[in-house]
């Protein structure tokens, strides 16, 4: 989700440091960026030299370092809470004090994020939609110590990137993933059981339900990973058994079955 977020930054005026571990990383997240910009050009929604302008307000680095002058940083890395209390840990040494730091964490606690760092404060969840040019809600979510002034400043921020920010206190999954991974996991569930076929599990909630895409379907470009990632969250913060996981969901996930990033999930995408 980080080159999305850059893009939306970079489309809506910002100045944006987009940050990876690997020059090769970089340039996927800069050509999806590009790919996904040329849309807009073939459709007519911008001109090529809009494109090119976008592209320009993003420098790309694999050097942390680099985003000392930083006045908001979003970290979008892997749903684990220890990955990421070690990245704040560094960004709280690296940026500037009134730098705000906040979470595109789907689940985890934003308290226990900030308490990694020396400025509590100023640490926020930012958990943004995928795909993140496209979808407009941001849920903006409050630590037990974040300040006013802090949550203030990201919703404008966010307003000014095109989004709508709501504002969630912070609760395992928060309001998006506490509601949508039990339903997901049902849907494994109900496949697991043999209740009904995966197309026909995804079609009675697309024709019933009015959804854009069934869970399954979902669940893969969500990644299942995560989806496993997110229930677990859920699981230990409320310590309720209605969030345990379904076996099918760990099996796949151990079979390195992860959906459309790997090309097999409940559905083949390797054609």
Known sequence: MGNGIAHTAAASGFATTL????DALLERAVSTISANLQRGVDKGKMTADEKQTILGRI????????????????????????AKTQLFERLDKITKPDCILSSN???????????????PEKVIG?????????MTLVEVIRGI????????????????????????????GFISNRVLMPMINEAIFTLYEGVATREAIDGVMKLGMNHPMGPLTLADFIGLDVCL???????????????RPCPLLVKMVDAGWLGKKSGRGFYDYRK
């Not at 300040?147 to 395992?172: H, L, R, S």
């Open 59 to 82: 420098n790309t680095t694999t050097d942390l370092e680099s985003i000392a002058g930083a006045d908001l940083v979003v970290e979008a890395i892997i749903e684990n809470l220890s």
């Open 105 to 119: 964490t789907s689940s985890i606690s934003i308290t226990k994020i900030a308490a990694a760092t020396k400025r």
């Open 229 to 243: 990632a997110i229930l677990r969250v859920l699981e230990d913060g409320f310590g309720d058994p209605k969030y």
């Open 19 to 22: 940050v990876e571990v690997t």
């Open 145 to 172: 110590a974040t300040a006013d002034d802090t949550y203030q400043k990201v919703e404008d921020v966010a307003k000014k990137m095109g989004k709508t920010p709501i504002e969630v206190n912070d609760y395992p």
């Open 126 to 134: 930012m958990h943004f939609m995928n795909p993140v040019p496209v």
